[in-house]
């Protein structure tokens, strides 16, 4: 497959940047003369991270259909309390602009200030740890209420570029949906590895999606790995229909055996009462259970520490300085971009939805299902089975599935982002 160089629009709003592309399928060759076959335009859509500042609200009369708690209880009036929503097919009404591997990288890469290299700099094991705290915070983006992103297909990948960072995701597996990350910084020594995947469950009058699965961050320079957990969505419907993270992750360096155990709070059942996206928790010292420190504030603005020997409190995280007016990645070359890349398998849909053109939209959703069908039958009339392309996928007894990177480094993309 080869791209044809492409032409560059920006949209004027800048919730996206379109990037016009001409695929050529195959060449064969005519009178001693290579002939180019199966031409066809496409472009990549991409759209800004949510982030303070272009999140919330905003975004979701730019991205949503009208009347969407209305759409909402129409869409789930058969469905009965306790479902597993996974396999749930959402009409495009309910999507946002991009694939659920690009709000994965987008954790990872859209941040405007570099926590993940000042977790090198901590003089001591609890520094780092204090560090890593920030860095796990600052993964928690704004959601939207009555959108979500769309399930990637099998093998669909994503790959940014931020510096020195580089991030690479994979769908390992369609149905579970696991999604794997790589990301490594070769200047810095640092290596991100996650293995996760939602399980949305209908409770009635909410839905609550459980992020199943591991998180490790690696300070190889410092010999550190460090474990956690992702906190859990919750859509409420009714009484008073929002969105929040909620739940108990846990950060723990297995070297040191320091551990930090935080709580996501959300709001009451009838919305009231009590501070929107809490968050509070304490780290501990494993080998003696002795708490060092407790952890407050709220992962949307400011997070404090208070040591508990001296009281002493100081900020560890201001969200505005890391998450606020994040911008879109840029296509830096876009002859590189691989054919598997997010932006670029949901685009037609991704534009539809951009535009309000819902009968369109409906009709590149069902293109890109009926693309995977076929791929599938493919493999199933041949005997095959698929196997992921940048990781090792593995599933122990207890059904906990495990990915391990092929490569050790990840190489730079073509998609960049400041």
Same mark, same amino acid.
């Given at each position: 497959?080869?791209?044809?160089?492409?032409?560059?629009? !920006?949209?004027?709003?800048?919730?996206?940047?379109?990037?016009?592309?001409?695929?050529?399928?195959?060449?064969?060759?005519?009178?001693?003369?290579?002939?180019?076959?199966?031409?066809?335009?496409?472009?990549?859509?991409?759209?800004?991270?949510?982030?303070?500042?272009?999140?919330?609200?905003?975004?979701?009369?730019?991205?949503?259909?009208?009347?969407? !708690?209305?759409?909402?209880?129409?869409?789930?009036?058969?469905?009965?309390?306790?479902?597993?929503?996974?396999?749930?097919?959402?009409?495009?009404?309910? $999507?946002?602009?991009?694939?659920?591997?690009?709000?994965?990288?987008?954790?990872?890469?859209?941040?405007?200030?570099?926590?993940?290299?000042?977790? =090198?700099?901590?003089?001591?094991?609890?520094?780092? !740890?204090?560090?890593?705290?920030?860095?796990?915070?600052?993964?928690?983006?704004?959601?939207?209420?009555?959108?979500?992103?769309?399930?990637?297909?099998?093998?669909?990948?994503?790959?940014?570029?931020?510096?020195?960072?580089?991030?690479?995701?994979?769908?390992?597996?369609?149905?579970?949906?696991?999604?794997?990350?790589?990301?490594?910084?070769?200047?810095? $020594?640092?290596?991100?590895?996650?293995?996760?995947?939602? &399980?949305?469950?209908?409770?009635?009058?909410? &839905?609550?999606?459980?992020?199943?699965?591991?998180?490790?961050?690696?300070?190889? =320079?410092?010999?550190?790995?460090?474990?956690?957990?992702?906190?859990?969505?919750?859509?409420?419907?009714?009484?008073?229909?929002?969105?929040?993270?909620?739940?108990?992750?846990?950060?723990?360096?297995?070297?040191?055996?320091?551990?930090?155990?935080?709580?996501?709070?959300?709001?009451?059942?009838?919305?009231?009462?009590?501070?929107?996206?809490?968050?509070?928790?304490?780290?501990?010292?494993?080998?003696?259970?002795?708490?060092?420190?407790?952890?407050?504030?709220?992962?949307?603005?400011?997070?404090?520490?208070?040591?508990?020997?001296?009281?002493?409190?100081?900020?560890?995280?201001?969200?505005?300085?890391?998450?606020?007016?994040?911008?879109?990645?840029?296509?830096?070359?876009?002859?590189?971009?691989?054919?598997?890349?997010?932006?670029?398998?949901?685009?037609?849909?991704?534009?539809?939805?951009?535009?309000? $053109?819902?009968?369109?939209?409906?009709?590149?959703?069902?293109?890109?299902?009926?693309?995977?069908?076929?791929?599938?039958?493919?493999?199933?009339?041949?005997?095959?089975?698929?196997?992921?392309?940048?990781?090792?996928?593995?599933?122990?007894?207890?059904?906990?599935?495990?990915?391990?990177?092929?490569?050790?480094?990840?190489?730079?993309?073509?998609?960049?982002?400041?």
């Amino acid at each position: 497959m080869n791209l044809v160089a492409p032409n560059l629009l !920006l949209n004027p709003l800048s919730y996206y940047y379109y990037y016009q592309i001409q695929f050529i399928k195959g060449n064969s060759t005519v009178l001693g003369f290579e002939v180019q076959e199966n031409v066809t335009n496409t472009s990549i859509v991409l759209t800004k991270p949510f982030s303070l500042g272009n999140g919330n609200e905003s975004d979701s009369e730019v991205y949503s259909a009208p009347n969407i !708690l209305q759409r909402i209880l129409s869409l789930l009036r058969n469905v009965r309390p306790g479902s597993d929503l996974t396999r749930f097919q959402l009409p495009p009404q309910f $999507n946002f602009p991009k694939s659920q591997l690009q709000c994965y990288g987008e954790s990872i890469y859209s941040k405007t200030s570099d926590l993940l290299s000042r977790c =090198n700099t901590g003089q001591n094991p609890l520094e780092r !740890l204090i560090f890593v705290v920030a860095w796990s915070i600052s993964t928690t983006r704004p959601a939207i209420f009555g959108v979500a992103p769309y399930n990637p297909t099998l093998g669909e990948t994503h790959h940014v570029s931020k510096g020195n960072l580089n991030v690479l995701l994979e769908q390992v597996s369609h149905h579970p949906p696991v999604s794997a990350l790589h990301a490594t910084d070769e200047k810095e $020594n640092i290596e991100i590895i996650w293995c996760q995947y939602p &399980v949305p469950k209908f409770n009635g009058t909410s &839905v609550e999606a459980q992020v199943h699965g591991k998180r490790q961050l690696k300070l190889i =320079n410092h010999g550190e790995t460090y474990e956690m957990n992702s906190p859990h969505l919750l859509i409420k419907i009714l009484p008073v229909p929002g969105i929040d993270w909620v739940g108990n992750v846990n950060i723990k360096c297995i070297e040191t055996g320091l551990v930090a155990e935080l709580c996501y709070i959300g709001q009451s059942f009838f919305g009231f009462g009590g501070s929107r996206r809490l968050i509070k928790g304490k780290i501990i010292d494993s080998s003696s259970l002795k708490i060092l420190h407790e952890v407050n504030g709220h992962w949307d603005s400011t997070v404090t520490l208070k040591e508990t020997n001296s009281g002493e409190v100081r900020a560890i995280y201001d969200a505005k300085e890391v998450i606020y007016g994040l911008q879109a990645p840029t296509v830096k070359d876009a002859e590189s971009v691989w054919p598997t890349e997010s932006a670029l398998i949901w685009s037609e849909l991704s534009q539809a939805i951009l535009s309000k $053109n819902w009968e369109k939209a409906r009709e590149a959703k069902k293109a890109v299902e009926e693309r995977q069908r076929e791929l599938l039958r493919e493999r199933e009339s041949k005997g095959e089975t698929w196997v992921p392309k940048h990781f090792i996928l593995s599933q122990s007894k207890e059904g906990v599935w495990d990915c391990s990177p092929i490569q050790k480094w990840v190489p730079a993309s073509p998609i960049v982002t400041l």
